[in-house]
């Protein structure tokens, strides 16, 4: 199968690993059978968290949350609940539908860490 949304995450990843910025991803994507999932809420799992969440503060915010979507795909309401959220809480936010996108976005908020 092919997922174009891995697609961006794996190369913004590489770009991430190589800046020195504090981040992650949260594989919240992906068909689970019902156990799995059980087993994931009652962890603390949330559907709707940003892709991407670097936590070094940033002349804009306390940190970045990106949400990818490939193409023309738009946000679902729990990642647009997201989003909304973490900006009120001090976060910058974006949504990002290519990797040049993500890494500009990036660049924009730590360009001491990626050269554009």
């Known amino acids: 199968m092919n997922y174009p949304e891995d697609h ?9 690993d190589l ?6 991803h949260v594989p919240n994507e992906g068909q689970r059978n019902i156990v799995t999932g059980a087993r ?8 709707g968290v940003p892709d991407v969440l670097i936590f070094n503060p940033n002349p804009h915010g306390v940190g ?3 949400e ?10 729990e990642q647009s609940e997201w989003i909304a959220e973490l900006y009120k ?3 910058s936010t974006a949504i990002c539908n290519t990797v040049d996108a993500a890494i500009d976005m ?11």
């Not at 800046?19 to 992650?24: A, D, E, F, Q, V």
């Open 68 to 77: 990818l979507k490939a193409g023309k795909k738009k946000p679902t309401p």
């Open 89 to 91: 809480l001090g976060w």
């Open 40 to 47: 994931l809420k009652k962890k603390g799992l949330k559907r």
């Open 8 to 16: 961006i995450q794996i190369q913004v990843a590489r770009v991430l």
């Open 106 to 116: 990036i660049a924009l908020h730590y360009p001491e860490k990626i050269k554009r």
């Open 64 to 66: 970045l949350a990106i």
């Open 19 to 24: 800046s020195g910025l504090r981040w992650c």
